[in-house]
């Protein structure tokens, strides 16, 4: 009966643990201009670690004392507390998930810069790309921390112009679609430098033509 309530408390920490990575990948694909804390990320880690924690001694104390011992009971509650902070977790990324999947609506642009770049520790980041920007939007000078893609990982840096483009969101949550490098801008800076950059103005051209301009 113990081996059966534990088979069932492990299979449950993994399903916390798939929950939540995909919960991660929900907020950086469908993320809000308002932004993802960085300690929701952080306190569902701890949840996790807290789950993990009192599975183990769970299993030692059973062992060593009787299943109904007081220790017992407190660990359990424990474990409760932790899985209900994972579910709230979970259940907020639902919410940005509905909130994509049944936008409609059509996309806007703004350009902004990055005003800095932070990452997750290097060993949590070598399988799952974890990275926020300061999002310093030109037209009003506000600041926006956002959580990056994996793709927006790669191709972004500090001080770097970008375009964002904006979702008015199904749920009236204002999201993020992409955060781009801002093409024209680098072109225009080439072009400061070096006015006779046939490839800048190159691309210009193209670029102005996708857009009609």
Not at 55 to 76: K, S
Request: glycine share 6%; charged share 20%.
């Amino acid at each position: 009966m113990i081996r059966r309530l534990l088979l069932e408390d492990s299979g449950a920490a993994v399903l916390a643990t798939m929950l939540c990575l995909w919960a991660l990948y929900a907020q950086q694909h469908y993320r809000i201009a308002a932004g993802t804390p960085e300690w929701s990320i952080a306190w569902a880690g701890v949840a996790l670690a807290v789950v993990a924690a009192c599975l183990t001694v769970r299993g030692w104390i059973e062992r060593q004392l009787a299943p109904t011992h007081e220790a017992v009971v407190a660990v359990d509650r424990a474990a409760t507390a932790a899985l209900w902070l994972v579910r709230l977790y979970v259940l907020w990324s639902v919410v940005l998930l509905a909130n994509a999947v049944l936008d409609g609506s059509s996309a806007t642009t703004r350009r902004a810069s990055i005003g800095a770049m932070a990452r997750g520790e290097a060993y949590f980041t070598s399988f799952v790309p974890l990275a926020w920007a300061d999002l310093v939007f030109a037209d009003s000078g506000e600041r926006r921390r956002v959580l990056l893609s994996p793709r927006e990982v790669r191709a972004l840096w500090g001080g770097q112009a970008v375009e964002v483009q904006l979702r008015a969101g199904a749920l009236g949550l204002t999201r993020i679609e992409a955060v781009l490098p801002d093409e024209e801008a680098r072109h225009r800076s080439v072009l400061a430098i070096a006015p006779d950059a046939a490839g800048s103005w190159a691309a210009l051209a193209k670029l102005y033509a996708l857009r009609e301009r």
